[in-house]
């Protein structure tokens, strides 16, 4: 069975300090990943999703990923953090097949950020 | 665009009440999702919609839970008897299942609390 663990449940940066949030997944194939973020009281965002060609895709508000099929991993980063960045991050899988609807979601890291 | 919206977003009601949640995807999209996020679960995948047909409902955790979609713009969730156990942010998601379409967008959450 799909799975996808986020190791870091919580995070504490400093503003304009970078960030890494960690994603691993166990799949049968290289499935289509998904980052999305959830501000407080708010629903899901999709932050930026990969499917194939180059492994480090852009999103939006700065943040990108990194593909790395040897490690089943699929790393969210940004540069300088800015403190309207707080909030939990997810990452997501989902089959090939059917990538825009069975989407298995990671356990969440909260992401605060210091002044 | 509105966006997903859903309603009440505050729901607290007693245990063995039956208790319904709205959804109202966005124009347009063709698919439509129903999550349970809890703290020890995480977000999961109750049920999904395409052109108003049931498709997945494996997610669904008993009897007491129940999804329609009569039309394109209207789905509920509903549930009874309610349990504490039941206790969750609901979210409600939907998309277009164009190609190269696979954002699915979601609304603000219902959070249902049975005491």
């Known amino acids: 069975a799909q799975s996808v663990t986020q190791p870091d449940i919580h995070i504490t940066v400093s503003e304009g300090a970078s960030l890494e949030l960690r994603c691993n997944y166990s799949?049968?194939?290289?499935?289509?990943l998904f980052w999305y973020v959830q501000s407080p009281g708010q629903g899901l965002q999709l932050l930026l999703k990969?499917?194939?060609?180059?492994?480090l895709v852009q999103g939006i508000k700065g943040f990108e990923a990194e593909f790395k099929r040897s490690q089943s991993s699929f790393n969210l980063r940004k540069p300088s953090v800015h403190w309207s960045d707080a909030a939990e991050y997810f990452c997501?899988?989902?089959?090939?097949?059917?990538?825009?609807?069975?989407?298995?979601f990671g356990g969440g890291t909260r992401l605060m950020v210091k002044p | 665009d509105a966006g997903v919206i859903q309603s009440p977003r505050h729901e607290v009601t007693e245990m063995g009440q039956e208790v319904t949640l709205r959804c109202k995807p966005i124009?347009?999209?063709?698919?439509l999702f129903w999550y349970r996020q809890t703290m020890m679960r995480g977000l999961e995948l109750l049920i999904y919609?395409?052109?108003?047909?049931?498709?997945?409902d494996s997610g669904m955790p008993e009897d007491r839970f129940s999804a329609k979609m009569p039309n394109a713009s209207f789905s509920t969730l509903k549930i009874q008897p309610s349990e504490p156990r039941d206790s969750a942010v609901y979210f409600c998601?939907?998309?277009?299942?164009?190609?190269?379409?696979?954002?699915?967008?979601f609304g603000p959450g219902t959070r249902l609390t049975v005491t």
């Open positions: 998601a939907s998309r277009n299942t164009g190609p190269s379409s696979y954002e699915q967008y």
């Open positions: 799949y049968g194939a290289t499935p289509y």
């Open positions: 990969y499917f194939s060609g180059d492994t």
């Open positions: 997501a899988v989902g089959p090939r097949n059917n990538a825009g609807n069975m989407l298995t």
């Open positions: 124009s347009g999209h063709n698919s």
């Open positions: 919609f395409n052109n108003n047909v049931p498709i997945d």
